[in-house]
């Protein structure tokens, strides 16, 4: 997949678990959003496919990371964050 005019992802395979939670970390440019994006369905990719076993509901709804203020806490703060 090229995210713009640079390849981020590329002979990437993946297998997820139905009932476990995965997050994605990396700095900015390594592909996190475009990841989320090929998985979602709101992107395809440049060449190869995506396979999905599951059902899923649309839409979809993902967000990015902390803005503002809050760009001072870490991923793991975040979670300890109020709603």
């Known amino acids: 997949?090229?995210?713009?005019?640079k390849i981020v992802l590329h002979?990437?395979?993946a297998a997820f678990v139905p009932g476990h939670n995965y997050g994605v970390l990396g700095i900015n440019g390594t592909g996190k959003s475009t990841l989320v994006r090929?998985?979602?369905g709101?992107?395809?990719?440049d060449r190869g496919r995506?396979?999905?076993?599951a059902r899923v509901s649309?839409?979809?709804g993902f967000s990015g990371t902390f803005h503002g203020t809050l760009s001072r806490y870490s991923g793991a703060d975040g979670t300890k964050l109020p709603p």
Do not use: K, Q
């Open 11 to 13: 002979n990437a395979t």
């Open 58 to 60: 649309f839409p979809l």
């Open 1 to 5: 997949m090229t995210g713009g005019r």
């Open 38 to 40: 090929l998985l979602a």
């Open 50 to 53: 995506i396979r999905r076993h």
């Open 42 to 45: 709101s992107e395809m990719p």
